[in-house]
């Protein structure tokens, strides 16, 4: 069954490494899902990412309001919450545990290794961002940003690339030692299982939202992306309390929410299983950065980059996280072309954002409203 999803232009993605999982997928099954629009990917670093409401009753306890907070920073092991009368907040990421997103314990990838250019601060002086070229695109995006003046760079040291090697190294040592334990209590963790683009088919053939509730959502493996509502053609998938929910049937030969979820099957040919073996993936360059026009996080570098894709129509839109109004640090997709909106998003959220839900917002649309609407992602 073939979504409808088929709008002919291009859009950039902020996301983090299972956002951009989940690009790499649709774009690939893209004959069956209906091509997407993400043609260009901007990868962040993320080592884990955390319940909003967890984390929210967590800071209460410690009498803080996290309406208080100004920035929250994940580096040298904690958590740290900048709070707006100065003081700082810091808590051992080992004792975070209790609000960390389960699926976080599963995944493999610190530097969105299947990104056009990765992202994150690891290995930079403060106020510059470490940013690895993976593709051709993204290493010709990152030229051109420079050569036009929105982001100078200078070289990555050959210490600053252990450090960033050591994490991610971390990362994919700890997290396989999880996924062996849950596969040895009979809770698959299935994108990691090794099987080629025929049998990834077969085996999605027959499955629907209730062997994707089965198989990733109620064991806790869902990383709220949104993608199985983007890509529902019966518009009978919400997002509510945290997961995705049924609000209807689904048609009898229909398994497109399955296929585009990044949490099942992954074949060989979308995510190689040799990248298992190299701690930051594939890439073509790393340098560190920083915006020439734009303050923000870390050197202001992903808000720069996005506004070079949309000031060069490389991008005609982008999908980028900013804060409710009235939730503070609770995750808001929005998909625009305002660069003034971009820098408005600017900053980490570490809590978990449905990203694909805002194109699906679009979609409900007129198509030719496309070229001249931000649209916000009805929550």
Same mark, same amino acid.
Request: aromatic share 8%.
């Given at each position: 069954?073939?979504?409808?999803?088929?709008?002919?232009?291009?859009?950039?993605?902020?996301?983090?490494?299972?956002?951009?999982?989940?690009?790499?997928?649709?774009?690939?099954?893209?004959?069956?899902?209906?091509?997407?629009?993400?043609?260009?990917?901007?990868?962040?670093?993320?080592?884990?990412?955390?319940?909003?409401? !967890?984390?929210?009753?967590?800071?209460?306890?410690?009498?803080?309001?996290?309406?208080?907070?100004?920035?929250?920073?994940? =580096?040298?092991?904690?958590?740290?919450? !900048?709070?707006?009368?100065?003081?700082?907040?810091?808590?051992?990421?080992?004792?975070?545990?209790?609000?960390?997103?389960?699926?976080?314990?599963?995944?493999?990838?610190?530097?969105?290794?299947?990104?056009?250019?990765?992202?994150?601060?690891?290995?930079?002086?403060?106020?510059?961002?470490?940013?690895?070229?993976?593709?051709?695109?993204?290493?010709?995006?990152?030229?051109?940003?420079?050569?036009?003046?929105?982001?100078?760079?200078? %070289?990555?040291?050959?210490?600053?690339?252990?450090?960033?090697?050591?994490?991610?190294?971390?990362?994919?040592?700890?997290?396989?030692? =999880?996924?062996?334990?849950?596969?040895?209590?009979?809770?698959?963790?299935?994108?990691?299982?090794?099987?080629?683009?025929?049998?990834?088919?077969?085996?999605?053939?027959?499955?629907?939202?209730?062997?994707?509730?089965?198989?990733?959502?109620?064991?806790?493996?869902?990383?709220?992306?949104?993608?199985?509502?983007?890509?529902?053609? =019966?518009?009978?998938?919400?997002?509510?309390?945290?997961?995705?929910?049924?609000?209807?049937?689904?048609? #009898?030969?229909?398994?497109?929410?399955?296929?585009?979820?990044?949490?099942?099957?992954?074949?060989?040919?979308?995510?190689?299983?040799?990248?298992?073996?190299?701690?930051?993936?594939?890439?073509?360059?790393?340098?560190?950065?920083?915006?020439?026009?734009?303050?923000?996080?870390?050197?202001?570098?992903?808000?720069?980059?996005?506004?070079?894709?949309?000031?060069?129509?490389? &991008?005609?839109?982008?999908?980028?996280?900013?804060?409710?109004?009235?939730? %503070?640090?609770? #995750?808001?997709?929005?998909?625009?072309?305002?660069?003034?909106?971009?820098?408005?998003?600017?900053?980490?959220?570490? &809590?978990?954002? %449905?990203?694909?839900?805002?194109?699906? =917002?679009?979609?409900?649309?007129?198509?030719?409203?496309?070229?001249?609407?931000?649209?916000?992602?009805?929550?």
């Amino acid at each position: 069954m073939n979504n409808n999803l088929n709008l002919q232009t291009n859009v950039a993605l902020v996301g983090t490494p299972c956002h951009i999982i989940a690009a790499e997928k649709m774009d690939h099954y893209a004959e069956v899902l209906g091509r997407s629009p993400i043609d260009f990917k901007l990868g962040l670093f993320c080592m884990e990412n955390f319940s909003h409401l !967890y984390l929210k009753e967590f800071l209460s306890e410690k009498n803080i309001k996290i309406e208080d907070i100004d920035e929250f920073r994940v =580096e040298k092991g904690y958590l740290w919450a !900048y709070l707006n009368n100065g003081n700082v907040f810091k808590l051992p990421l080992s004792q975070a545990k209790s609000f960390m997103r389960k699926n976080c314990q599963v995944c493999m990838d610190y530097t969105s290794e299947l990104a056009d250019l990765s992202v994150g601060s690891v290995g930079s002086d403060q106020g510059w961002s470490t940013v690895i070229a993976r593709t051709e695109k993204g290493l010709r995006a990152l030229q051109k940003a420079e050569n036009e003046g929105f982001i100078e760079t200078k %070289p990555f040291e050959e210490s600053s690339l252990n450090l960033l090697t050591k994490l991610a190294k971390k990362k994919k040592t700890e997290n396989q030692e =999880e996924i062996k334990k849950r596969e040895s209590v009979a809770r698959p963790v299935l994108y990691r299982r090794y099987i080629n683009d025929e049998e990834f088919m077969n085996e999605v053939f027959s499955c629907q939202f209730d062997d994707l509730k089965a198989d990733v959502i109620d064991i806790g493996s869902c990383v709220l992306c949104g993608a199985c509502y983007c890509v529902c053609p =019966e518009n009978i998938i919400s997002i509510e309390d945290r997961r995705p929910q049924l609000k209807g049937n689904c048609p #009898p030969e229909c398994n497109l929410c399955y296929m585009a979820c990044p949490r099942t099957y992954l074949s060989q040919e979308v995510l190689n299983r040799d990248l298992d073996q190299k701690a930051l993936g594939d890439y073509l360059k790393i340098v560190s950065a920083r915006a020439s026009n734009v303050k923000g996080q870390d050197g202001g570098v992903v808000t720069a980059i996005l506004n070079y894709l949309l000031e060069d129509n490389i &991008s005609e839109k982008a999908v980028v996280a900013d804060k409710m109004a009235e939730n %503070p640090w609770k #995750p808001n997709a929005i998909l625009t072309s305002n660069v003034e909106d971009v820098k408005k998003a600017a900053g980490t959220k570490y &809590s978990a954002c %449905p990203v694909f839900k805002v194109l699906k =917002e679009y979609y409900k649309k007129d198509p030719q409203d496309f070229r001249n609407d931000s649209v916000k992602e009805v929550s």
